[in-house]
């Protein structure tokens, strides 16, 4: 669950789903057991709950950097991910690849960098870093 901050003027809160396809998050907002709770809940919200779909950095965390975060926060988080990531690929992938064409290298070994950041760096990072992200 998403709450503001500490000393923020917000009242959104937020709650995260993730799901194995599109098809699985079709289902479950179809479903009657989450229809029934939607119900039993809504005299506790204002208005109709949005639906956004978490994408890129906002979903390692869950957190939306414009909504919740200062936006130098990401940079820093993402920077700390990519220092070590960059330095291990290069000296790892990047040694297998010397003498490899120019554009399939950078190609290999970036996908290897992207790859590293997106399931295993940058979801530690955030973990670390979730005090000081939220």
Request: hydrophobic share 45%; proline share 8%; charged share 15%.
């Amino acid at each position: 669950m998403l709450v503001p901050p500490p000393g923020s003027n917000s009242n959104e809160y937020g709650i995260i789903r993730t799901f194995a396809s599109d098809e699985e998050r079709k289902s479950f907002y179809a479903s009657p057991t989450f229809l029934a709770w939607k119900e039993k809940v809504s005299s506790l919200t204002e208005g109709e709950p949005t639906y956004k779909e978490l994408h890129g950095l906002e979903a390692f965390s869950g957190i939306k950097p414009p909504l919740i975060l200062p936006a130098g926060k990401w940079p820093v988080a993402t920077y700390l991910g990519v220092v070590p990531v960059t330095i291990f690929t290069s000296q790892t992938v990047g040694q297998f690849l010397k003498g490899q064409n120019y554009f399939m290298a950078n190609l290999v070994g970036n996908a290897c960098v992207v790859a590293l950041l997106a399931w295993v760096v940058m979801p530690l990072v955030t973990r670390i870093l979730k005090r000081w992200l939220h």
